[in-house]
C-alpha cells in the first residue's frame, strides 16, 4: 500500500510556513518562550471584539431548537443577508442573500469557488509573491497555478499578467492587502486588470473570473482603503473570512460573494453551493454562522497591529535590513542582505538558508521561496510586543555575522 504519489510529492514541499512553527516548539522547549523570537505563523493575537464575545454567550444560551442542525449547504438565510450587507458595503454594489454561499473558512470558500470553476489544466493566474496553499488549492481541482511578477513595489504588473493569459486561463486570484507583502491594490490597479480581462475576453471568447481573497480587508494602515473588485468587474467573486479581522481564526467562518452582474451568476452560486456538499464541507459551522449575524460589523481596534508595524520596521532599519513597508495585514516581507561570510550551498536558496542563519540567535522567519519569491523572508508581526522589542540584538548580530 502506499499514499497517493501526488499528495506524496506535496508533502515534501509543505509548507514553510507550518515547518518554522514547528520548529519553534522545539526552541521554546530548550530555550524557554521568553527567549524565542517567532515571526512564523501569521496567528493574529488580539482578542475577539466584545460583541463578538456577548453574541458567543447569547446563543451558547439559547433554548430555540434544532439550533445545531443541518441547514441549507449555503448556510442560514440571515446569515447569508447579512453577508449580502457587508459586502454591499465594501463593494459598493447591492448584494442579496441569494449571491452569499457561507463557507468552512475562506481557504473553504477558494477550494468551493475552484472546484466551481476549474475543468481539468485550466489554469489561475496569480501574483507572487502569494499565500503558499493556493498552489494546492487549484491542485486539489485539478487546475494550474501560473505565477507573475508584480512591479518593484510590489503592485500589479498588468504586462506581465497580460502575457500569462492563453485559452486555458480561467481566473486570475488577488490578495489585498497581500500575505506576504501588506501591499494594498488601489482602485487603478483593479480597474487596469479589469481592462486586462475584458480585452481578454474580445480576443478569445473567454471570460475569466476575478477572485479576490479578501480576510485582511480592514486591517489596513494610514488611512489607506482597499479597492472593491465588484464595481470595476462584473465576473468577480469575494473569498473572505472572521478569521484575521475579528481574530476568529479557529472558529472557520467564511463566505464566498459573487457579483450580482455576473454573467453566470445563479449558475456559479449553485455550483458553489454543491461544491461545499462534495467536498465534504456540507455547511459551514451552525454556532458561528448564527453567532456573526449580530456582530460582523463588530469594531476591532488594530492600533497594536500598527505600533509593531512601526517597531519592528525601525529594528530592520537599524540592522540594515530592507523590506517592503506594509499597507496592511501583519507581515513584514525583507530582502535578504548581501552576504559576505555565510556561504550559500549549491542547491540551497539564500532566503532559506537566511532564515536556518537567524535560528542561532533564535528567531524564526519563513522563506520567501515558499511565497513564490525567493530572496526575501516573511516576518509575521502579530505576535507580543515583546517579541517585537526582544529580537533587536539577534537581527543586528545576524545581519553582521552573515
Known amino acids: ?52 464575545l456577548e453574541a458567543v454567550k447569547k446563543e451558547a444560551l439559547s433554548t430555540v431548537k434544532a439550533r445545531h442542525g443541518y441547514m441549507p449547504n449555503a448556510g442560514y438565510m ?24 457561507m463557507s468552512v473558512g475562506a481557504a473553504g470558500a477558494i477550494n468551493t469557488v475552484f472546484k466551481a470553476i476549474l475543468a481539468e489544466g485550466d489554469e489561475v493566474v496569480v501574483p507572487a509573491p502569494f499565500f503558499v496553499e493556493y498552489r494546492s488549492y487549484a491542485a486539489n481541482h485539478g487546475g494550474k497555478l501560473v505565477t507573475v511578477s508584480t512591479k518593484p513595489d510590489f503592485s500589479l504588473d498588468i504586462d506581465a499578467i497580460k502575457n500569462a493569459f492563453n485559452k486555458n486561463t480561467a481566473a486570475i486570484l488577488i490578495n489585498s492587502p497581500n500575505n506576504p507583502t501588506g501591499k494594498v491594490y488601489t482602485d487603478n490597479d483593479i480597474k487596469q486588470l479589469a481592462a486586462a480581462m475584458e480585452d481578454h475576453f474580445k480576443k478569445t471568447g473567454r471570460r475569466l473570473y476575478l477572485i479576490a481573497d479578501e480576510p485582511y480587508r480592514k486591517i489596513i494602515y494610514d488611512g489607506r482603503k482597499v479597492s472593491p473588485v465588484f464595481k470595476f468587474y462584473s465576473d468577480s467573486v469575494v473569498v473572505s473570512s472572521f478569521a484575521k479581522d475579528l481574530s476568529l481564526p479557529g472558529e472557520r467562518l467564511g463566505y464566498v460573494a459573487v457579483n450580482p452582474a455576473c454573467s453566470d451568476c445563479e449558475e456559479l452560486v449553485a455550483a458553489c453551493i454543491y461544491s461545499t456538499r462534495v467536498l465534504g464541507y456540507v455547511n ?45 495585514a501583519f507581515y513584514l516581507f525583507c530582502k535578504v542582505p548581501q552576504n559576505k561570510k555565510v556561504q550559500i550551498p549549491e542547491g540551497k536558496t539564500s532566503d532559506g538558508v537566511f532564515c536556518d542563519h537567524l535560528k542561532k540567535y533564535n528567531i524564526l522567519g519563513v522563506p520567501g521561496t515558499g511565497f513564490g519569491r525567493s530572496g526575501y523572508i516573511r516576518l509575521a508581526y502579530c505576535t507580543s510586543m515583546h517579541t517585537v522589542e526582544g529580537c533587536r540584538e539577534g537581527f543586528i548580530k545576524a545581519v553582521q555575522e552573515w
Open 1 to 52: 500500500m502506499a499514499i497517493s504519489p501526488n499528495i506524496k510529492k506535496a508533502m515534501e514541499g509543505s509548507s514553510f510556513i507550518r515547518k518554522m512553527f514547528e520548529e519553534g516548539i522545539a526552541l521554546k522547549k530548550k530555550y524557554g518562550e521568553e527567549n524565542v523570537y517567532d515571526f512564523s505563523l501569521g496567528n493574529p493575537d488580539l482578542e475577539p471584539p466584545e460583541e463578538v
Open 78 to 101: 440571515e446569515t447569508r443577508n447579512a453577508m449580502a450587507e457587508k459586502i454591499s458595503q465594501e463593494q459598493g454594489v447591492a448584494v442579496k442573500g441569494e449571491n452569499i454561499v
Open 284 to 328: 459551514a459551522p451552525a454556532f458561528f454562522q448564527r453567532v456573526i449575524v449580530s456582530c460582523w460589523n463588530a469594531q476591532a481596534d488594530y492600533s497594536s497591529y500598527e505600533n509593531r508595524r512601526n517597531k519592528l520596521t525601525a529594528i530592520m532599519d537599524e540592522a540594515g535590513i530592507e523590506y517592503a513597508f506594509p499597507e496592511g
